[in-house]
Structures are given as C-alpha cells and as structure tokens.
Antibody
Framework: EVQLVESGGGLVQPGGSLRLSCAAS????????MNWVRQAPGKGLEWVAN????????YYVDSVKGRFTISRDNAKNSLYLQMNSLRAEDTAVYYC?????????WGQGTLVTVSS | QSALTQPASVSGSPGQSITISCTGT?????????VSWYQQYSGKAPKLMIY???NRPSGVSNRFSGSKSGNTASLTISGLQAEDEADYYC??????????FGTGTKVTVL
C-alpha cells in the first residue's frame, strides 16, 4: 500500500525557517517525481514545487522561489522541503504528493503556521 | 502562474448531471492533455478522479467523466449522489514545466 507521511510542521515566527519531511513507503520511491502542494486555511490548493526522480530537475511556484528548496533522499525514501524567510501567507497545510503531471497519491498533510 | 478559473459553486439535485468548467490558457490547459481533477472532502487530502483530461483511475465511479475544448476543461458528474458533495479542483501542467491548480468548486447536492 502506498503511504506518504508528512512531518515537521508547527508554529514559526515570520522570517523563520522550517524543514518538512515526507516518508514514503509501498512503492519504489526513486522512480517517481514528487511534489509539495499546500492549502491555506479555507482556501484552495496551490502547487508549491516538484522534483525529478534523481533530483536533477526542480521547479517552484514563483511565490516561493529563492526561499524554499525541495530535495529528496532516495536511499531513505524521503522528500523534503526547506522553508526559509517564512511569511504569514505561507501558513497552510502542506501535502506531499506522488507523480509528475498527475498526483495520484497524497499524504494527510502537515500544518505550518507562521505567526508572531 | 495564475490559478485556473473554476466556478465557485455548482449545485444539482440527486440523479441530475452537473458540469464544472476549468478555464486556463494556451500555456496550460489548452497546450497539453495533462489536465487532472481532484475531489476533496473537508479536512481530508485530495483524491484523484480524472487524469490526462478524460481517464479515470481504477476505483473511481464511471459517473465521473472529463473532457477538454480549447483552453477549457470540464468535469461532468452524472447521476449526482449525496456523497458527491465536496470541493473539486482541476490541475494542469504548464509550459514552464510547473503545475497549476484551479480556484476550486464547491458542489452541493440539493
């Protein structure tokens, strides 16, 4: 069974940093593109970033470029999102999702709250 | 990277058919057959309902169907049921090799 389990969310002050993790199981992690998608409270889904199987290609939504970094460790079946210079508007549930142009599997999400 | 445009809400009676539109540009919806649709219940993770414009994943009811014409994709739910009441989002691949989601549509079963 495919499982994606996010962790690392929490309360952080504006300007602070946080690192999210996603532990994958039930499939060959290193053969899939992976994504981070977020959802602000009461708002819609927003694609944040994705990364190719070998980490050689990474893409980001404009609003996080230069602040967020997506990475992966295929040996540990894990996906990461390093978030720096956090802003109030980054407050959201962050989902890890599998797939290139279609995301068929999603984790349950981890909540990031940016507030003083 | 503007969000794709969806109606905020669509409603229908049980048994009826409804259609949700998703309008983008030639740089996303109109340029690729990589439109997908997701169903989301409150507080839950999204679920894939349609991929590559019109394909249904295994286990998804055949009451759900997808199509595309020009820069607008559509999701049709036929034989509307109470359990279909949820939020629905479209998504597309873009010419920048990124992805974009729609603004979301709340489906209400009257």
């Amino acid at each position: 069974e495919v499982q994606l389990v996010e962790s690392g969310g929490g309360l952080v002050q504006p300007g602070g940093s946080l690192r999210l993790s996603c532990a994958a199981s039930g499939f060959t992690f290193g053969t899939y593109w992976m994504n981070w998608v977020r959802q602000a409270p009461g708002k819609g889904l927003e694609w944040v970033a994705n990364i190719k199987q070998d980490g050689s290609e990474k893409y980001y939504v404009d609003s996080v470029k230069g602040r967020f970094t997506i990475s992966r460790d295929n040996a540990k079946n894990s996906l990461y999102l390093q978030m720096n210079s956090l802003r109030a508007e980054d407050t959201a549930v962050y989902y890890c999702a599998r797939g290139a142009v279609t995301t068929g599997y999603w984790g349950q999400g981890t909540l990031v709250t940016v507030s003083s | 990277q503007s969000a794709l445009t969806q109606p905020a809400s669509v409603s229908g009676s049980p048994g009826q058919s409804i259609t949700i539109s998703c309008t983008g540009t030639s740089s996303d919806v109109g340029g690729y057959n990589y439109v997908s649709w997701y169903q989301q219940y409150s507080g839950k993770a999204p679920k894939l309902m349609i991929y590559d414009v019109s394909n249904r994943p295994s286990g998804v009811s055949n009451r759900f169907s997808g199509s595309k014409s020009g820069n607008t994709a559509s999701l049709t739910i036929s034989g509307l049921q109470a359990e279909d009441e949820a939020d629905y989002y479209c998504s597309s691949y873009t010419s920048s090799s990124t992805r974009v989601f729609g603004t979301g549509t709340k489906v209400t079963v009257l």
